[in-house]
């Protein structure tokens, strides 16, 4: 494994981040239950036993048990061994109090005296200004320093407009950000080297784009000629860029951790060639991807049958523009199927028009849809 400088945190963090979002922990009504979440203990320790340090977990995830599963890994040594960062969920935070409370219901989660690296979890510039400021949240986090709970403030970053982040890096309030950064999106770039200038460590979330890179084949790897599969190429991609000190992947089995482990003990980073012809396929890409949808939005409320267009044209860019089949038919299928992806497939359209006439860029929308019906099936 290898080893990079965090910021100026003084902690040489491992290459390869353990993201808990995705433990292999079985639903249950007991969120305070411990008894079935062997598996997911066993799992992150075999990720410590391969050299990585750095945990990260938040309040919700794995349906609140994460923090649980992840206080019982550090248990028999590993809590000195591995440095701990965790979340504090903004959303449900509406006064002063709120902050304390939830901070020592997660230390409690987590069976610890201390938090190495606690982030406000999803920040951006409205939670900012909104929440962070008028609560004094950063003075009370100082105070929970002080008093030893954690050890520093962090944030991890979900702003749509990505060039809002300079102003809260500009606090320097934060020893570390956690942001998206992967072969697909390089909106966080500008961010990136900013916090790296400031002598922040920063962590990427989404290097093999929350699985949309996980699977072989696809331009990237036709780029370097073959001799990089897809998902060995995000990790080191995103461990070749200037600024980042670890990637955070998301892991729920062994073959995930060897994979990305391998990646991460890689010394040498991508080749100036390599990254090369990585920028100009991406240029490319970013090029015809906008013949299919740029994402605005403005045909969905037009739509009479509710069809999730930009998501299905989303799904039709993987395999058209990036050749990556088998992250469009996830992307397609996934359409209707839970809270966050709402709204029908192209099945449902009956080309009445109306999207078109919505479309700042012109784009023959029920042309497209038609041809995910022909290419995913209904």
Aim: aromatic residues 8%.
């Amino acid at each position: 494994m290898q080893y990079r400088d965090f910021g100026k945190t003084g902690f040489k963090i491992s290459a390869l981040g353990f993201g808990a979002m995705r433990l292999p922990i079985p639903e249950n009504q007991d969120k305070n239950a411990k008894d079935d979440l062997g598996e997911a203990v066993n799992l992150l320790r075999y990720g410590f036993e391969k050299g990585i340090n750095y945990v990260d977990t938040a309040y919700m995830y794995c349906g609140g048990r994460s923090e649980l599963a992840v206080g019982m890994a550090l248990k028999d040594g590993w809590r000195e061994k591995v440095r701990l960062s965790t979340k504090l969920p903004l959303g449900e935070v509406k006064s002063q109090d709120d902050f304390r409370r939830i901070l020592e219901h997660q230390l409690k989660k987590l069976d610890t005296d201390y938090i190495d690296f606690y982030h406000f979890h999803a920040l951006s510039s409205q939670s900012f200004h909104d929440l962070i400021l008028p609560l004094k949240l950063i003075d009370l986090a100082e105070q929970f320093k002080s008093e030893g709970l954690i050890r520093h403030l962090s944030f991890s970053f979900h702003d749509p407009h990505p060039e809002s982040v300079v102003e809260i890096l500009d606090t320097r309030a934060f020893s570390s950000i956690l942001c998206q950064f992967n072969l697909l999106d390089r909106s966080n770039l500008t961010g990136i080297r900013h916090a790296a200038e400031l002598g922040m460590g920063v962590v990427v979330m989404g290097p093999v784009g929350g699985g949309r890179l996980a699977f072989k084949g696809g331009v990237f790897e036709n780029a370097l000629g073959g001799k990089i599969s897809t998902p060995e190429l995000a990790i080191r991609f995103v461990l070749s860029t200037p600024g980042i000190s670890c990637a955070l992947s998301g892991m729920g089995t062994r073959e995930m951790v060897d994979g990305n482990a391998a990646m991460a003990n890689i010394p040498d980073p991508l080749s100036r060639q390599e990254l090369d012809a990585i920028d100009t396929i991406t240029e490319e890409c970013s090029k015809l991807r906008n013949l299919y949808c740029t994402g605005c939005g403005y045909c969905t409320p037009a739509c009479p049958k509710k069809v999730a267009i930009p998501k299905c044209l989303e799904a039709l860019i993987y395999k058209e523009v990036y050749n990556l089949d088998t992250a469009a038919e996830n992307r397609y299928n996934a359409i209707g199927k839970n809270p966050w992806d709402t709204g029908e497939r192209a099945s449902a359209c009956i080309s009445c028009g109306a999207c078109e006439k919505k479309c700042p860029q012109n784009i023959p929308i029920r042309q497209r849809l038609k041809q995910c019906r022909e290419l995913f099936g209904s």
